[in-house]
């Protein structure tokens, strides 16, 4: 089955910096890439998604870049905010077969103000 | 619109009792799934549904787990007996369509802790 693996595992960044999370993903099959936010006893939510025909997708001051040669996949977030601090997990699923999210083991980020 | 709703919220029992959880979901999401989140880990699929039916449950443990969503709307999973391990969030999401590439929902979730 599907495995995702996520790192850094904890990211510390000053505010305004940028933080870069990757995410390496097993199943070739698979072709769609969320990334979800939660906040402490918060409900995950998505911020942002890939599909496979697609190599970058921006909104505002996120992004998240697909290499499907490589099976990676990562978010950018610029300018951090402190209200960016939160523990961010990505995910992967195909649309055939076993159709469900797999998730990786989440990064705690802290943006120091 | 509204989100998936989820009760309770907390739940604290004694290993080998039962316990029940609730979640509707999104209107009109034909896609339903139960997630188990252990402290510091990402969501895990314990099982999804496609309307009323399942379409996947491989990873349910069905010796002490079970769930239904006998009308296609809400679903209720169900613990029995309780071990100590299963303490853990567990988290409800819906989505539209057939697809599970598309965008999931989360409820806020049911707290359990196992004394």
């Known amino acids: 089955g599907e495995n995702v693996e996520q790192h850094p595992s904890t990211l510390s960044v000053q505010e305004g910096d940028s933080a870069v999370i990757k995410c390496t993903y097993s199943d070739s099959a698979s072709n769609y890439f969320p990334w979800y936010k939660q906040e402490l006893g918060k409900r995950p939510q998505l911020i942002i998604d890939i599909r496979s025909n697609v190599g970058e997708k921006k909104d505002q001051r996120i992004a998240v870049t697909l290499n499907k040669t490589a099976k990676h996949f990562s978010l950018h977030i610029t300018e951090t905010q402190p209200e960016d601090s939160a523990v961010y997990f990505c995910a992967a699923s195909r649309f055939t077969g076993r159709r469900a999210l797999t998730f990786g083991s989440g990064t705690r980020l802290q943006v120091q103000p | 619109e509204a989100g998936v709703a989820q009760s309770p919220r907390y739940k604290i029992i004694e290993k080998r009792q039962s316990v029940a959880f609730w979640c509707n979901p999104i209107?009109?999401?034909?896609?339903l799934y139960w997630y188990q989140q252990i402290l510091g880990q990402g969501p895990k699929l314990l099982i999804q549904?496609?309307?009323?039916?399942?379409?996947?449950d491989s990873q349910l443990p069905k010796d002490r787990f079970s769930a239904e969503r006998l009308k296609g709307v809400d679903s209720t999973l169900k613990i029995q007996p309780a071990k100590l391990e299963d303490s853990a969030v567990y988290l409800c999401?819906?989505?539209?369509?057939?697809?599970?590439?598309?965008?999931?929902?989360f409820g806020d979730g049911t707290r359990l802790s196992i004394l």
């Open positions: 999401a819906s989505s539209e369509g057939q697809g599970s590439n598309q965008p999931q929902h």
């Open positions: 209107s009109g999401h034909a896609t």
């Open positions: 549904f496609q309307n009323n039916g399942v379409v996947d």
